[in-house]
């Protein structure tokens, strides 16, 4: 009787330890994948906002495919929607005079 209480005690030990274990790699896995997608993503947005600053400073479109890895085609396509933007200018504040 005692080696049985002992043998279910093993066991559901065993499944205890094989549920932990399971979950615990399925979100490992989840949260590996989520996050390869965000920083893939937040990586490309970094490049073409690169891409556009050199673009609008008139930097040639081959340094910009070098320097930032992105193909003509994507320099581009990033060109014509820069075209569309708004220019946005930079508002300046007044100096202010020192205090006497």
Known sequence: MKESVIYQEIL???????????IAEGIAKGEAKG????????????????ALKMLRSNVPVESIAEFTGLTLKQIEKLQKTAL?????????????????
Do not use: C, D, F, M
């Open 35 to 50: 996050l390869t997608k965000g920083l893939t993503k937040g990586k490309a947005e970094e490049r073409n906002q690169i």
């Open 84 to 100: 569309k933007l708004p220019r946005v200018r930079k508002i300046t504040r007044p100096s202010r005079s020192p205090k006497q």
């Open 12 to 22: 559901l030990e065993g499944e205890a330890k094989g549920i932990s274990n399971g």
